[in-house]
Nanobody, 121 residues
Framework: QVQLVESGGGLAQAGGSLSLSCVVSGHTFSSSSMGWFRQVPGKEREFVGGISADGISTYYGEPVKGRFTISRDNAKNTVYLHMNTLKPEDTAVYYC??????????????WGQGTQVTVSS
């Protein structure tokens, strides 16, 4: 049974930073590309970025490029999202997911409960 547990969300001021974590179980984590997504109520889930299975390569959506960084620790089955220079429009529930392959936004449709990030102006 695949489980993803996100944590680390909270309240931040514009221009500030937050780091999120996602622990994955029930899946061969070290063989899988991972992605971060976010969703605002009433809107479709938005791709934030992805990381290769070995952690060497990353790619990001345009709204976060240059501000967010994804990393992973395969020994801990954990993927991270480091968010800098936060903007109010970054406010959303953030989710991690297992990508079908590196470079895609397509997932295997496993989702955790998400973690809320709220950025105040």
């Amino acid at each position: 049974q695949v489980q993803l547990v996100e944590s680390g969300g909270g309240l931040a001021q514009a221009g500030g930073s937050l780091s999120l974590s996602c622990v994955v179980s029930g899946h061969t984590f070290s063989s899988s590309s991972m992605g971060w997504f976010r969703q605002v109520p009433g809107k479709e889930r938005e791709f934030v970025g992805g990381i290769s299975a070995d952690g060497i390569s990353t790619y990001y959506g345009e709204p976060v490029k240059g501000r967010f960084t994804i990393s992973r620790d395969n020994a801990k089955n954990t993927v991270y999202l480091h968010m800098n220079t936060l903007k109010p429009e970054d406010t959303a529930v953030y989710y991690c997911s297992i990508l079908r392959f590196y470079g895609t936004k397509s997932t295997f449709n496993y989702w955790g409960q998400g973690t809320q990030v709220t950025v105040s102006s």
